[in-house]
């Protein structure tokens, strides 16, 4: 289950990725002519991104929501004639990472960013990534209990618990990023590269954007749902958590830092 859902405060967090802030492990693999499948791409801006790269090469980008997959259409219209070469803009299907319906050794690169962690069985969605493989799987994923920042707002502390504590109900792993060695291992690739990266919020206009979709997240999408329903918080502790985004984001010392594990894995 997606922990996060679909509310705008959180698409607003996707549309703001790009192969060179997200993807950029994976860059200097990628030429013009390849193949290459984008598993959990929402609304497409990495997607795009990195159909320019491997132009004119066959892009296709799953999504299990439909609804964001019409955002990720409108996007990569315009693409058509960057891309060129006659490849045209990425297809963007519907589609289950657990089950996908691609033929074996289907594309040159399968790519998935932020995927693992919402998922019970990361180790078979990757086995599932390695089948429809011929090349290279590249996976990235946050890990929460990593996350770092200051100043030390308690109400933050409050939100990571929250989050982890909804995330882990839901079946998934929050702090995959430190796990995705070990699965790509477990899911029997015969070369794993392993790395990490990192995202920072630190400037004026940083800090408003990040603390205030997570305000707004904390009040208003599929997780402050899930976190009252099932009796995590009540709606007095959403507010407080969301409260405590903004007096982060108002403090001109305020910085976040999100890591990220990565993985290159092949055969």
Do not use: K
Request: include cysteine.
């Amino acid at each position: 289950m997606y922990t996060h859902g679909h509310h705008d405060s959180v698409l607003r967090s996707h549309r703001w990725r790009t192969a060179e802030n997200s993807a950029g492990y994976l860059l200097r693999h990628l030429a013009p002519g390849q193949s290459l499948l984008d598993v959990g791409c929402g609304p497409g801006t990495i997607t795009v991104d990195l159909a320019e790269r491997v132009a004119p090469g066959r892009v296709v980008g799953v999504d299990a929501s439909a609804e964001v997959l019409e955002e990720a259409r409108a996007l990569s219209e315009p693409a058509v004639g960057r891309v060129g070469g006659g490849g045209g803009a990425p297809a963007f299907v519907v589609g289950d990472v657990m089950a996908l319906e691609f033929a074996d050794a289907s594309f040159d690169v399968v790519h998935a960013h932020q995927v693992l962690q919402h998922l019970a069985d990361p180790v078979g969605a990757l086995r599932e990534l390695r089948r429809v493989s011929r090349g290279v799987v590249a996976a990235r994923d946050a890990d929460y209990a990593a996350m770092t920042w200051y100043p030390r707002v308690p109400a933050l502390d409050d939100w990571l618990a929250l989050y982890q504590r909804v995330a882990r109900d839901n079946g998934g792993e929050p702090d995959a990023g430190r796990r995705l060695l070990s699965w790509a291992r477990a899911a029997g690739f015969a070369e794993v590269t392993p790395g990490a990266s990192v995202w920072c919020y630190a400037t004026p206009e940083d800090r408003a954007w990040w603390g205030d979709l997570w305000a707004d997240r904390m009040v208003d999408s599929a997780l402050a749902r899930q976190a009252v329903a099932r009796g995590f918080a009540g709606e007095a502790d959403l507010r407080a958590i969301a409260s405590g985004w903004r007096e982060w984001a108002g403090s001109p010392d305020g910085w976040f830092l999100v890591p990220h594990g990565e993985v290159l894995a092949w055969g």
